[in-house]
């Protein structure tokens, strides 16, 4: 599945938005990838995560695991890890940190992929790396549907997309005029007091 085709299915879904929103790193932008249209329906969630397996199969080789970040990461992850015949976990937060929990665990010598859904300042991606990083096995790399940063986001280790795009991202108070005149709207799932 190329980028253009991923972002075919975003606008079928419903789920490419134009306005002022408020992302999840707190930063503003026009362009909002409201990913749960595409998760709320199984035949397109399984197309693309197909194709985001498929892309980890090529620049990885073999998966074991795949680990992601709740909640978001939770359904492309486990997607993904089925289009790879692999096993699916998620860290999640505890005490303000990523950590595995209920009973997961991360065996010695496992192959293993962080997957996410979208990757913007790559702030959850880290955080997800460094939990995966606190176990035995070893970290290949990381991947998401969609890299907003168009390449900039460093996860620390090396990242695929099936889509990277360049949308701008600002801070609150460095908007742009025709930005500033929407009012923003904040449809991500992180607190963020704006």
């Known amino acids: 599945m190329e980028g253009n085709a991923v972002l075919d299915e975003f ?18 932008s026009p362009i909002f990838l409201q990913k749960m249209r595409i998760f709320e329906d199984p035949a397109r969630t399984e197309r693309v995560c197909s194709a985001l397996g498929n892309l980890i199969r090529e620049s ?11 909640i978001g990461g939770i359904i492309p992850g486990y997607e993904t890890a089925r289009a790879l015949g ?16 209920r ?17 913007t300042t790559g702030l959850s991606s880290r955080e997800c790396i460094a939990a ?36 701008p991202a600002y ?14 709207i904040k449809p991500g799932s992180r607190a963020i007091t704006a």
């Open 11 to 28: 606008r079928a879904a419903g789920a490419l938005l134009e306005g002022h929103f408020i992302l999840s790193s707190g930063l503003r």
């Open 60 to 70: 990885f080789g073999e998966v074991d695991m795949v680990v992601s970040p709740a």
């Open 86 to 101: 692999c096993k699916a976990v998620f860290v999640e937060r505890e005490e303000g940190e990523f950590q595995l929990r």
């Open 103 to 119: 009973g997961f665990e991360i065996p010695e010598g496992a192959r293993i992929v962080m997957v996410e859904d979208i990757v």
């Open 132 to 167: 995966i990083r606190k176990h035995p096995g070893k970290l290949l790399g990381a991947a998401c549907i969609v890299d907003r940063s168009n390449g900039s986001a460093d996860v620390g280790v090396p990242l695929v997309s099936l889509l990277r795009m360049d949308v």
């Open 171 to 184: 801070p609150a108070d460095q908007l742009p005029p025709e930005l500033a005149a929407i009012p923003a």
